[in-house]
Structure formats: structure tokens, C-alpha cells
């Protein structure tokens, strides 16, 4: 076997695992929306605020809020918003009249003891700004009003702050230093261009992996050399066609796939932490690295032809092109730099990088041999996904797929997947999908371009336009159903199947072509090995 289907193999297996099916998301705080919220003066819109605080005179990490369904509404800007002094209530649950001067003062108080209005109207009675109530986790409860409180009358504003932040304000107020606050909530743009720009990296990922063939084969360099692979030699009689590694998925692959990848979702659940995180890391720079020598190799030998006919030798892997053994080591610095700053504000770019150029590599090594296997494939997909993220959480009290997306509490994060920041949202985050979502109806495009070339057809009678038009309109609506459920994770494959699987079905049942489509590619040619 050759040395790079050796290495290669695992790594790609490994990533599929990984990345699919994953989820469209925004990376927006955690809000649980519970209780009722009908009694008079508690049906505010629940809205997360920026806290600026200043240790000393020092501008601190701006923390993130959730505001309560009751109290005042808080300014939109830093420049509306006004600075207060911020004292901790004592006592500290703020459930009985306080004894800590708190006039003009924004009180710091900690969850339980007595409903939330109890602790706001408390503190309001001190004089108190605003209350900031810590929680007693990470996430952002709502914080709403009892069945019992009939009318509520707080003016102040009252939010909650993860119990991090708040175990860290309080210990710097138990230190005796001035933490000054400031507290305002920015509008969020009602469209972000940035999930238009993950659309089109998205199709064009998979419409430029489809065409990738087209434009290999344009080329006259020898593929025998194309690749630092173990060969025998221009001279061994071994036809160079013969090379090129195809896999092609069965049916009964599909459903084992599915399973592993279940498995091994539950497992990174269980086990998931920062050495767990480094492992995934390390199996994406290696298929990254492969994925953009791949594609770096095939464009520099089609527009220099020459450099693609010079071949060295090299020890353990005998001839291999020259441009191809030059090409590789910057293909490493490019991934460890991106290692090296991979938590910087630009490290998505040599993220998506590595991640499309990947996906091409990967959508040319695996192929969907006709409907019949797309339909297991990705039925199969649908159905792992849905529960996954929708279902799993009745089980395991949370979505295995969200938990196991969002990384280990080190901040460390799996990097199967294209992000892109929000340019325009004053709260930042990014808005992401996963190699996954991208992989899997990717399979499907590539195979309508393949039977579209072998029957001749045009691009309206076809089936590439159509279903690269569906894939789109999926991610679309993934999008809209993240926009409405106010960014909770969405399992992409839930719009992507029906609008490319199920529109390739419905048009090949419209023109009579679906048992042609279903059985198609039964005598697979260049058929290497069998997944």
C-alpha cells in the first residue's frame, strides 16, 4: 500500500468521525429561557449586557449578562451607559433588608435563598444602581417572576453574570479594591454578513471539489509523480492511471459509519479534555498539511507544466516530483504557525485554510457510488444528527453534540470546522458549520456532476445545478432556524438532506431517471478499495 494511503486513511476516517454530521451554530452565550413571565412588570425581552468593569482604575475583561424579565431597561451604548461603584450585599444572598450602604451603587448578590424579585426589590430599598445576581454555574439562567408576584415594582436593572466572573469580582471586593461598572446592552444586527460569507465558502468548497477532477484532468502532468508516494519507477511497467486512490462508500459502510461515529461522539463526550483536544488537533493539522499539498500540487503543476515532470529521489519513498517535496514543508510551517496562534483574532483564516483545502482532498478520495448508497448515507446522517442535538439531551441532560463541539472548559475547541467572525455584531463570537455539514451533501454534489457528465446532460436538464442551488437554500434555512431559536445550535443535516437528497429523488422520479440513479456505478472503475 502507498505510504500516502497509509497515513492518510486513518486521519481521514478520523476527521469524518469528528466532523460529521456537526452542527450550524452561532457562538453566542448559553440562555435557558424558563418560569413565567405574565405578571405585570415582568415581560421584558430577555437581553444579555455587557459588563465593563475597572479594578483600581484598570479596565478590566468585559464580562456578559442575561437581563432579567423585570426592571429597568439598560442603555444601548457605553457612551449612555454611566459608571457606578459596585458593593457585594450583606447579607450576600440579598433576601432580607440589607445592611450595606448600596445608594447609587450597583449590588453584587448570589443566587438562591428567595426569588430573584425578592433580591431585586431589596436591594432597590438600599438604593442600590442595579443588582448583578451570580449564578451558581456557567450559563446564563433567565431570571423571571413567580406565579405568586402579582405586581412587580422594580426600577433598577437587575441581570446575572456567570459564577466565574462573579466568584472573581467578589473576591477582588473581599480584597478591599474599588470595581467600578459599567452596564449597557448593544443591539445585535438583525442580519450579519458573515453567515453570507460561510454560505459561500460553504458552496464553494463543495462546487470547486466537484470540478476539481475536471481540472485535473485538463493537466498533462504524469499523476504517477503527483504525490509524495512510494513508487516503482517510470520504468516498472505499472500504468500511472491505475494510481489515483479512490473510496467508495457502500451501503453497509454507511450504517457502520454511522454507528462508529456514535460511539465515538459518546467517548470524546466522556472523555473530553485538553490532551483529547490537542489528539484532534494534531489529526486535523496532519489531513490540513496533506489537504493543502494536494490542492498546492495540482494548481502549480497545471499552470507550470515542466515543474510537474521533474522528479527526485528520496529515501523510503523512491521517486516523487520535486515541486511536491518543496511544497510540503510549507504546508507544515503554514500548520504549526497556525497552532502557534490559533487563539488569535485571525487564526480562523488559516483554520478555514486547511479546513477547505482538506474537504476538496477528501471529496476527491470518497465517492458516492449511486442514489442507493447516498439515500443510506445520509438518511443515516439525518437521523444521527437530529438526535444527537435535539434528542440526546432527554438522555444525557444536555446535546452531546453542542457539548462536545464547544470544547473543554480549558477554552481549547475542536477545529473540525469553517468560522468566520461577526464583523458587524457588537457582541462578536462567530458564526460557524461543521466539516460535516459541508462532507456529506458534498458527496451528493460531486456524484450529479459525475452523472452529469457521463450522460452528457446540460446544465438545466442535469442534476449539479440543481443540487448545489439545494444545498444552498439548506444552509439558508439553517441559518433562519438559528436566527429564530436566538442562536441554540442547529443540526444542520435536519434542511440540508431534504433540500439536496430529497430534491435530487423528486427530480429524478419527475424524469423517469430514478432507477437509473439508484443503480448507477454498480461496475465501479479505479476502484482501489472499499469503505
Known sequence: MAVRRGLFLPVLVALLLLAGPGRAAADDASRSYRGNAASPGCSNKFQLVKVKNWVNGS??????GLSAAFGASLPTTANEARKAFSVLTDPLDCCSNVTTKLTNSIAIATRGGCPFTAKAENAQAAGAAGLLVINDSEELYAM??????????????????????????????????????????????????????????????????SLWSEFVACEQVDEHYNQLTRQEGPNSGTNHRQEKE???????????????????LLLLFYL???????????????????????????????????????????????????LSVGILPFCAVFAILWVVYRRSSFAWIGQDILGICLMITVLQMARLPNIRVASALLSAAFVYDIFWVFISPLIFHESVMIAVASGDSSGEAIPMLLRIPRFFDPWGGYDMIGFGDIIFPGLLVAFSYRFDRAGKK????????????????????????????????????????????????????????LPHLWNYGRRSENLVEQV
Open 246 to 264: 479512490i473510496f467508495e462508500i457502500s451501503a453497509k459502510g454507511a450504517a457502520v459509519f454511522i454507528v462508529v461515529a456514535s460511539v465515538f
Open 272 to 322: 473530553m479534555s485538553s490532551w483529547v483536544t490537542w489528539v484532534l488537533i494534531v489529526f486535523f493539522c496532519i489531513g490540513g498539511i496533506e489537504g493543502m499539498h494536494s490542492c498546492l500540487v495540482t494548481i502549480i503543476s497545471r499552470i507550470f507544466k515542466e515543474w510537474g515532470q521533474k522528479t527526485v529521489e528520496v529515501p523510503f519513498l523512491g521517486e516523487v516530483l520535486t
Open 458 to 513: 446540460g446544465i438545466l436538464n442535469g442534476y449539479f445545478l440543481w443540487s448545489t442551488v439545494g444545498y444552498a437554500v439548506g444552509l439558508f434555512l439553517t441559518y433562519l432556524a438559528l436566527f429564530l431559536m436566538d442562536g441554540h445550535g442547529q443540526p444542520a443535516l435536519l434542511y440540508l438532506v431534504p433540500c439536496t437528497l430529497g430534491l435530487i429523488v423528486v427530480l429524478g422520479w419527475i424524469r423517469g431517471e
Open 59 to 64: 479596565e478590566g475583561t468585559t464580562l456578559v
Open 144 to 209: 423571571v417572576c413567580n406565579e405568586n408576584d402579582t405586581s412587580i415594582n422594580v426600577t433598577i436593572p437587575v441581570l446575572m453574570i456567570p459564577q466565574s466572573a462573579g466568584k472573581n469580582l467578589k473576591d477582588l471586593l473581599d480584597q478591599g479594591a474599588r470595581v467600578e461598572i459599567q452596564l449597557y446592552s448593544p443591539i445585535r444586527p438583525v442580519v450579519e454578513l458573515s453567515a453570507g460569507f460561510l454560505l459561500i465558502m460553504a458552496v464553494g468548497t463543495i462546487v470547486c471539489a
